[in-house]
């Protein structure tokens, strides 16, 4: 019996929902519904051109690998995305749009009629350094896209932020969420957004105030009975960036006024940007007509920075200080701070003073002395042979047949899993870490990570597998 659309489709969810993060796997692959199966090719419709376009650079890899399993090697993904023309036009249409470029289809696409804006406000609420259609947005300008790293913690969120700051309050992302732990970057991302938005569409008012701030100035509009003029000055905003509103817990009142503005932006086709240390549905103290608002939108996370990401951090701080520093120097920092991008920075702010100050270059011993009170264990440092032991003793297989020329399946995982860590955790070379794995070439350390990380994508036993050792490693 031939499978129809609908169970192809969701057996590909099926594999999808194993490899990917579990609020990835809502935002983008939810929405997406199988419209036929004809032959070889499956067509689905996602809700978007942005969909669409995130799909095809982000996870590619993944939907090719899964349509070819339910569908074998001729397995074709194509695309139907609906065309939001304007609240007033009918019913979105579709178009179609083949998978990783494998054709061309012509798209028609309609911009979205702009809110009217009614600038001429009546007794604008008057904040300190902010002036009647004059409004200092108070921004921080060094708050930029090209300031803020992106990674794989961050590209969700990034890549959502850049689609709001093109079309503020037409994207399905109102309200924008941005959460996450302290110091890993979301009030640079949310001003990001609110330059950016500053600098393309200088007539939008946009302003960034905290939750903290936010509360004040109602205390104080109560206090001088300018409630009015408070509620209006908000209204009036066409971009509103709330950080921290985790902080609203508890205070009844105010929630209930940045209720009733919510409802007026959001209505009025305005955007809203705010920023937490949770999702909505972890926040506690607020009230649940607020926080479903909160969910209207999209919820993007901020994870803790992988090697890479905080090597590039530091890289773009020196180079924006006009400082160089030693690679090895670079790299320790990196691997030693991993959970807080402000305190890899204040690191770096303190590696760079000493140097500009003292007028001396800065070696792997200095730095090591000077960071001390910034890395809790400056001593045990990852090497390629603690790596091949750990490893080892996870799959319980003899340390001198990793080494070996065999091909037995369990020693060549170990092997493989041992190349991949040593690669990513240490920084030796690729030529050092095929010479320490029994005597390989460079292009057998290559296969090892591809084979790796084609594995974590696609399975789930094996990626947990590699998520322990890793564990284990940062943990020793």
Request: with cysteine; aromatic share 8%; hydrophobic share 35%.
């Amino acid at each position: 019996m031939e499978k129809t659309c609908t169970e192809v489709w969701n057996n590909c969810l099926q594999i999808i929902k194993d490899n990917i993060p579990v609020q990835s796997f809502k935002t983008w692959f939810e929405p997406i519904s199988a419209l036929k199966l004809e032959g070889n090719v499956l067509t689905v419709q996602v809700p978007s051109l942005f969909f669409y376009e995130w799909l095809e650079e982000h996870y590619v890899g993944l939907l090719r690998k899964t349509v070819k399993k339910q569908l074998g090697e001729e397995g074709r993904l194509e695309y139907n995305i609906v065309v939001d023309q304007s609240s007033n036009s009918g019913s979105p249409y579709t178009t179609s749009m083949p998978s990783s470029g494998n054709g061309s289809a012509s798209k028609t696409q309609s911009m979205p009629v702009p809110v009217a804006i009614n600038k001429d406000i009546k007794n604008p609420f008057i904040i300190p350094g902010l002036k009647k259609l004059n409004v200092d947005p108070q921004l921080n300008t060094h708050y930029t896209f090209e300031s803020y790293v992106e990674g794989d913690c961050n590209r969700l969120a990034r890549s959502a932020g850049f689609a709001v700051a093109a079309k503020p309050g037409a994207t399905s992302f109102n309200p924008l969420m941005i959460y996450g732990a302290v110091g890993l970057g979301k009030t640079h991302l949310a001003q990001a957004i609110g330059n950016e938005i500053r600098r393309t569409l200088p007539d939008k008012l946009v302003i960034f105030v905290s939750c903290e701030k936010f509360c004040q100035q109602f205390v104080e509009s109560l206090k001088n009975n300018t409630i009015n003029d408070f509620v209006n000055f908000y209204q009036a905003m066409d971009v509103i960036i709330m950080d921290d509103v985790h902080n609203f817990a508890g205070k009844e009142k105010t929630q209930d006024i940045f209720f009733h503005i919510f409802n007026h932006l959001h209505q009025s086709g305005k955007q809203i940007i705010i920023t937490s240390d949770k999702p909505p549905k972890d926040l506690t103290g607020l009230e649940e007509r607020l926080l479903s608002r909160f969910k209207w939108g999209l919820s993007a996370d901020l994870q803790i920075p992988d090697l890479e990401t905080r090597v590039a951090i530091l890289r773009k701080k020196m180079y924006a200080d006009g400082i160089e520093l030693p690679t090895e120097v670079v790299e320790y920092v990196a691997n030693n701070i991993d959970n807080n991008v402000r305190e890899l920075e204040g690191a770096m702010v303190s590696l760079l003073a000493q140097s500009t100050l003292n007028r001396k270059d800065i070696d792997l011993s200095l730095a090591k002395s000077m960071l001390k009170n910034f890395i809790k264990n400056t001593t045990k440092e990852i090497s390629m042979d603690y790596i091949q032991k750990l490893v080892c003793e996870y799959f319980e297989v003899p340390v001198d047949m990793v080494k070996s020329a065999t091909r037995k399946r369990e020693i060549v995982q170990a092997r493989q899993i041992s190349m991949y860590l040593s690669k990513s955790l240490t920084k030796s070379s690729l030529k050092s870490i095929g010479a320490f794995y029994g005597g390989r070439d460079h292009s057998t350390v290559i296969y090892a990570c591809q084979t790796v990380e084609d594995l974590i994508e696609t399975d789930k036993k094996f990626k947990g597998y590699v998520t322990d050792i890793q564990k284990k490693l940062k943990m020793s």
